[in-house]
């Protein structure tokens, strides 16, 4: 990753000050830089972002084309995306003092702008003060720490300066009595889609609310489901509802059309595609957790393997999961 520019302003509604700054950061200060790293190595990675497309009539969008027009440059960009921003967030029921960081930056070959919302925490330090009874040790409140790198930033933006694509995260906050999304539908004004996380909860529930509404196992429904995501991860290419239905219920066509009903009503797209790594990762186990407070976890092409895992259903409605071919158990 390249870090090209990245500046820092200020929204402390606390005092009520918003301090936009006129310089850049200065990125050959290491822990600058590492902070920024850091944080962006953490959103790529994220499976909660969500993939968006600008509205046509998005201001950020006009913006952002007369920077990379070189109309106006960083400062002016940033400043002007800030007043954005700003102009939002003061409007909230309760205004949630924060630090906003963009930056631009390459990763493997693309080139992103990113916007990013570092609410200030809340924290405890000790300061030292001299008076003349001697020194006293106290402890205060700080109000304006930044959250740190192993802290996941849960409201942000990046956009891909080629495609425009836009991937984000956003929590809803009370504006006006109205609960929005402050970046997406206010700052950049745009349409975006489930993220990949999402959609993989999405197609679980679905598939086993299906098998108990028809008196199927819920835990084979959702391994199925789940390895039909993988593969299709695995393969790089899109699946549609029907074929997560066609996998999962593939005996009966009744449970197919409920799956397809659902799928409808949960506006899940005609296509999906689930590419982020950890969420595919996720997806390679499942845990199975009884009434009795036991808890299996299992990889999901076992679930379905009568070699290694049974599911026995007995006459007074229990139901026994039997462990085969077992050669060794570690206590951990």
Do not use: W
């Not at 992103?112 to 020194?135: C, R, S």
């Not at 590419?275 to 299992?298: L, Y």
């Amino acid at each position: 990753m390249i870090i090209r520019k990245a500046i820092l302003h200020i929204m402390d509604f606390n005092s009520d000050i918003c301090v936009f700054s006129q310089k850049e950061l200065e990125l050959s200060d290491y822990g600058t830089a590492e902070f920024i790293e850091k944080h962006l190595s953490r959103i790529l990675e994220d499976g909660g972002k969500k993939e968006g497309e600008f509205q046509e009539y998005s201001i950020f969008r006009q913006t952002l084309q007369r920077y990379i027009q070189e109309g106006i440059d960083f400062t002016e960009f940033s400043t002007a995306v800030g007043n954005l921003l700003y102009d939002q967030v003061s409007q909230a029921d309760e205004p949630e003092s924060m630090d906003f960081l963009v930056c631009q930056f390459t990763e493997e070959s693309r080139e992103y702008v990113g916007l990013l919302l570092l609410p200030n925490k809340i924290a405890y330090t000790h300061q030292v003060e001299n008076g003349q009874d001697g020194v006293a040790n106290k402890i205060i409140r700080y109000f304006t720490l930044l959250p740190n790198t192993s802290q996941k930033i849960s409201s942000y933006a990046l956009i891909d300066l080629e495609s425009f694509r836009i991937f984000l995260c956003d929590r809803k906050r009370a504006i006006c009595g109205e609960e929005i999304q402050v970046l997406p539908d206010k700052v950049l004004q745009c349409v975006y889609g489930q993220s990949d996380r999402d959609t993989v909860r999405t197609i679980r529930k679905i598939a086993g609310q299906v098998a108990e509404e028809y008196g199927a196992n819920p835990a084979i429904a959702a391994a199925r489901a789940k390895n039909c995501i993988i593969e299709s991860a695995e393969q790089n290419v899109p699946f549609t509802p029907s074929d997560i239905c066609e996998e999962v219920f593939r005996e009966n066509d009744q449970m197919k059309s409920t799956f397809r009903q659902k799928a409808m009503e949960a506006d899940m797209p005609p296509k999906i595609t689930v590419e982020n790594p950890k969420v595919v990762k996720s997806i390679r186990s499942h845990k199975i957790k009884t009434d009795t407070g036991i808890e299996i976890k299992i990889p999901t092409e076992y679930l379905e393997n009568s070699r290694y895992v049974e599911f026995i259903n007995h006459a007074d409605g229990t139901i026994s999961i039997q462990l085969k071919n077992i050669g060794k158990i570690v206590n951990r």
